[in-house]
């Protein structure tokens, strides 16, 4: 553990905020898990209890240190519950409206010294830190999904981050195992910047009858070696995700090249999200996958 972060406050239960409470609490961090009900924080727990779980029986884990990690875990039954902690990690929907919301809920509660965090994929950490009452605290940590999985963390300072800001969470995220990349403020960071419009032209490939789902998914897996399909990867990602990130880009850079393909748009609009509904670029209702187009 760093010595100035010892508890973690994370704000939203789901895929991302519950990945970020496994692993800060495997690194001996007390972690405070907050969302707009008490039962998202009951599935989040209980979905980290199962992932930890499955890190046991294949043997990733001792059974005594899943044990000792999740009773470092507790529920922020309000924000109020987060006064006290050292950093807090927004991990809220890919929403700037949302986000600002929580900060201007969160930031009168939080301890002056506290730092503050955001898990954005995409969204400007200049623009969301003039938000708070202390951009110079203020700072991007982009874990990647699955987060106890994956081991890179974007780092991303504001125009106004501090340089102990930036050292106190670069010295976080290096405890939790992670290798850390340093990504300049500009839509998008590093890897969604460029890992987006790929999969945005993967779709756009479909969309123009080029190849089918399992043709573009299987070109893309055997021809550049990568462990899945832009098709499949999009639906794991959330569509929606895919849809708002491709939205940052375009607005943020004005350039045609980040335009969304109108088919993304067209799945959303479907509610067709990917594997969190059931159904994206494929349907995932049955046994096996089966493409959708």
């Known amino acids: 553990m760093t010595g100035k972060v010892k ?26 898990l907050y969302d ?23 043997g990733k884990l001792e059974e005594a240190a899943r044990k000792s990690a999740m009773s470092l875990i507790a529920p922020a039954k309000e924000l109020q519950d987060l006064a006290t902690v050292d950093l807090v990690i927004e991990a809220a929907t890919e929403d700037e409206t949302v986000k600002r919301k929580i900060f201007a809920q969160l930031c009168p509660i939080l301890n002056p010294e506290a730092l503050l965090a955001t898990n954005t994929s995409s969204i400007s950490i200049t623009r969301l830190a003039a938000q708070t009452d202390r951009a110079e605290r203020f700072i ?28 106190t969470a670069k010295a976080f995220v290096t405890s939790l195992d992670k290798t850390v990349t ?4 500009f839509p998008a960071f590093i890897v969604n910047r460029i890992l987006l419009p790929m999969i945005n032209e993967a779709i756009y490939t479909l969309y123009e009858g080029v190849g089918t789902v399992e043709a573009i ?49 067209k799945y959303v609009e479907a509610g067709w999200l990917g594997r969190k509904v059931g159904r994206g670029f494929y349907d995932y209702r049955g046994e096996h996958p089966v493409p959708t187009r």
Request: hydrophobic content about 45%; proline content about 5%.
């Open 7 to 32: 508890t973690i406050g994370i704000i939203g239960a789901g895929q991302m905020g519950g990945g970020i409470a496994h692993v800060a609490a495997q690194a001996g961090y007390k972690v405070r």
């Open 36 to 58: 707009i009900s008490p039962e998202r924080i009951e599935a989040g727990i209980a979905t980290i209890n199962g992932n930890m779980a499955r890190q046991v029986s294949s």
């Open 140 to 167: 991007g940590i982009h874990f990647m999904n699955p987060v106890p999985l994956m081991k890179l963390v974007e780092l991303v300072r504001g125009i106004a981050t501090e340089d102990t800001t930036f050292e």
């Open 182 to 185: 340093v990504a300049e403020d």
């Open 217 to 265: 998914d299987t070109a893309m897996k055997l021809g550049a070696n990568h462990p899945m399909g832009p098709l499949q990867l999009a639906d794991f990602i959330g569509l929606d995700t895919c849809l708002s990130i491709m939205q940052v880009l375009h607005d943020g850079l004005s350039d045609s090249k980040y335009r969304p393909c109108p088919l993304l748009v």
